[in-house]
Every structure is written in C-alpha cells, then in structure tokens.
C-alpha cells in the first residue's frame, strides 16, 4: 500500500514562509502524480496544487497562485509545497495525495486514492 507523510506545518506570521513535506512510500514515486490539498474546519477540503510524475505542468488553484509553489524529487520519494506571503486565510490541514499519472491534471479529491494524515498550518494576522 501507498504511505505518504506530511511534515513541515506550523505557526507563522502573515506574510511568511513554510515549506512542506511529503515522503512517499510503496509505489514507484515518479509514475505518480501528485497533489496538496488543504482543509479548514468546518470547511470541504479543496485543491491546492498539483504536479505531474515528471515534474512538469505544475497547476495551481487562484488562491495560491504566485506565492505557492509544487516541486517533487523523485529519488528521494518526496513532494514539497514552498508556501511563500501567507495570509490568514491558508490556515488548514494540508495534505498530500498521490495518484496514477494521467494526462489529465485532477482537482478533484475524491479521485485520488493515496492520502497523508496531514499537516497543521496556522496563519496568524
């Protein structure tokens, strides 16, 4: 089965900086594609990020786009989200999913069958 760990959250100021981590385990990493997902309390989880097995076509959703950016390293099994200027608003469980890579970049949760067991991230104002 597919393992994948988030580490990396914590509390930051507005307008700072945090880099998240997901390691990957029991699958070949670069056939893979990968995503972040966030979710607020209360809230429905939804996309974040996402980038393919080779790295190329990284897309964004509007909210981070220009401050966030997706980048994976395939021989050490990770994904990383460089979180930059963040807003109160980014508060949430962050999470990182994986899924077979297909032509299609995929926002939407419920098609991705891997899942980490998330990471806090507070934005303090």
């Known amino acids: 089965q597919v393992q994948l760990v988030e580490s990396g959250g914590g509390l930051v100021q507005a307008g700072g900086s945090l880099r998240l981590s997901c390691a990957a385990s029991?699958?070949?990493?670069?056939?893979?594609?990968m995503a972040w997902f966030r979710q607020a309390p209360g809230k429905e989880r939804e996309f974040v990020a996402h980038?393919?097995?080779?790295?190329?076509?990284?897309f964004y959703a509007n909210s981070v786009k220009g401050r966030f950016t997706i980048s994976r390293d395939n021989a050490k099994n990770t994904v990383y989200l460089q979180m930059n200027s963040l807003k109160p608003e980014d508060t949430a469980v962050y999470y990182c999913?994986?899924?077979?890579?297909?032509?299609?970049?995929?926002?939407?949760?419920?098609?991705?069958?891997?899942w980490g067991q998330g990471t806090q991230v507070t934005v303090s104002s």
């Open positions: 980038i393919r097995w080779s790295g190329g076509s990284p």
């Open positions: 999913a994986s899924r077979k890579d297909t032509i299609m970049v995929v926002t939407i949760s419920s098609l991705y069958d891997y």
């Open positions: 029991g699958v070949t990493f670069s056939s893979y594609a």
